[in-house]
């Protein structure tokens, strides 16, 4: 199967800071990437997908203000965690899907902590 | 509203047994079934798909998907504790949109 990366695999940031996360497809071109956000024990909730050059959609319920997604190159999305606060500490996870996938391959997740 | 149904478990089977994992979905129009793993703590890995009614094996993994019962399984022959993890049926409903369901625990017992 296809390698999707994800950096950092985890951050801790003080309450009110900015957070970066990256993903990207290493040896397949991920013309569609989406975003995942799993609280502990629950099941992943999709949060927006990005299709590459163009704006992400966001799932109802998801701040597009807050959760900055930038798809600009068929390797590279990025997710930034806008003015973090102790409620968006997460697991976010990543994953990415190839013109010639019917399937989406998983990043291996980042674990995000706001204190 | 499309969704994807699973039991939530835990599901407990014996060292060597089958495991048998279920999943239904409501879009008739659905064409493409997945089933993932999830070890605790880490991100969803693809096991296998599905496309067409019927079974597709691959190693001890067997997928059989009913498309009239809207309806895809995963069994696990000579199951390990290894195996312990939660399985997410996804069910892809459009060309850009997958619906996960929510997991079925599964305890393999040493």
């Known amino acids: 199967g296809a390698v999707v990366s994800q950096h950092p695999s985890w951050v801790i940031c003080k309450s009110g800071t900015s957070v970066k996360i990256e993903c990207r497809s290493l040896d397949f071109q991920a013309t569609t990437m989406f975003w995942y956000r799993q609280f502990p024990k629950q099941s992943l909730m999709l949060m927006a997908t990005?299709?590459?050059?163009?704006?992400?959609?966001?799932e109802q319920g998801v701040e597009k203000d807050k959760f900055l997604i930038n798809h600009a190159s068929l390797t590279l999305s990025t997710l930034t965690v806008t003015s973090a606060h102790p409620e968006d500490s997460s697991f976010y996870i990543c994953?990415?899907?190839?013109?010639?996938?019917?399937?989406?391959?998983f990043g291996p997740g980042t674990r995000l902590t706001v204190l | 509203q499309k969704e994807v149904e699973q039991n939530s478990g835990p599901l407990s089977v014996p060292e060597g047994a089958i495991a048998s994992l279920n999943c239904t979905y409501s879009?008739?129009?659905?064409?493409?079934f997945f089933w993932y793993r999830q070890y605790s703590g880490k991100s969803p890995e693809l096991i296998m798909f599905?496309?067409?009614?019927g079974d597709k094996e691959d190693g001890r993994f067997t997928a059989q998907l009913n498309k009239a019962s809207q309806y895809v399984s995963l069994l696990i022959r000579d199951s390990q504790p290894s195996d312990s993890a939660t399985y997410l049926c996804?069910?892809?409903?459009?060309?850009?949109?997958?619906?996960f369901g929510t997991g079925t625990r599964l305890k393999v017992l040493a």
């Open positions: 990005s299709n590459e050059g163009s704006k992400a959609t966001y």
């Open positions: 879009d008739r129009g659905s064409q493409s």
């Open positions: 996804a069910v892809r409903v459009e060309t850009y949109k997958y619906i």
């Open positions: 599905i496309y067409s009614n």
């Open positions: 994953s990415g899907k190839g013109v010639t996938y019917n399937e989406q391959f």
